[in-house]
């Protein structure tokens, strides 16, 4: 399939470079509205647009890759999809739950593909991870502690996109949603209680964010997002019999099972930068004729933007 990029920024690249790296998967047209010139000096055997109009209009594009900031995710999907495009939304796909009941609307209406691009969900070492912890690897279940904190110093500024508001700014937004669906992975959407403390920043977001989850059957989780604060990234799921760590989860190439002084190392790299696995999917599924994937359905992406609502209602009812 010919695929089309909207924006183009670090994470488009990594996605590009996942891309080649997939049979019969053509990087076709970019468009940018900021350094489609230099783009086209960079990738001449690619079509590059200087608007997102332009590259909807071409009949030549099957599929849309949307990676521009998560407020125009929403204006950027539909108008893909009423274009007549499959559509890879990047995470968060909506920044609330309307947004995404009007995206899954018009995705109806069109009769095309529309997936969200939660990657790790694709990932063999995290699927195999869970899996065994679901299979009964270290007994049942209790707790789950998984942090995702970095600190960008070029990115810290009232501008840049991670604490400007009117660009959906923040740390939840941006990579609390990895933590999150980990928690959903294990234990499901709908938590019995939660508890939420946040650093809110003098621009008005969300900087760190601590969620501690109970669920019915006993189940806890505890989670960390920070975009000022680094942390190890690593995700440890505890059972009975002992726990499964995965150092940098959202992008595990491997885990290790711990049970007293037996530690077994599982190693499941993942294909080129990580993203071939999703693109995969989407291919897939097109393929098949389905419109949505059963690992990521629509469904699923509306659960995790209600929750995501829950957690930074109590952020900002504090402030």
Known sequence: MNWGFIGFGRIARKFLESLFAVEGEVPYAFASRSNAQTLQQEFPHVKVYDSYEALLQDPKVDVVYISTTHNFHCENTIAALKAGKHVLCEKPMGVNSHEIRKMTEVAEASGKFLMEAM?????????????????????????????????????????????????????FFDVGVYPLTMAADLFGWHPEQIQVTARVGHTGVDESVQVQLSYPEGALAQLFASVTTGTNKEACIYGQDGFIRLPLFWKAQSFEIVKGDVIEKVELPFISTGYAHEIIEVRDCIRRGDRQSARVSLNESLKSAQLVEKIRGHIFKEV
């Open 119 to 171: 990657w790790t969900r694709f990932l063999p070492a995290y699927n195999e991870a869970l899996r065994r912890a679901k299979a009964g690897a270290i007994g049942p279940l209790n707790y789950l502690t998984a942090s995702f904190g970095f600190r960008s110093e070029d990115k810290l500024t009232a501008q840049g996109r991670l604490l400007n508001p009117e660009l959906a700014g923040g740390a």
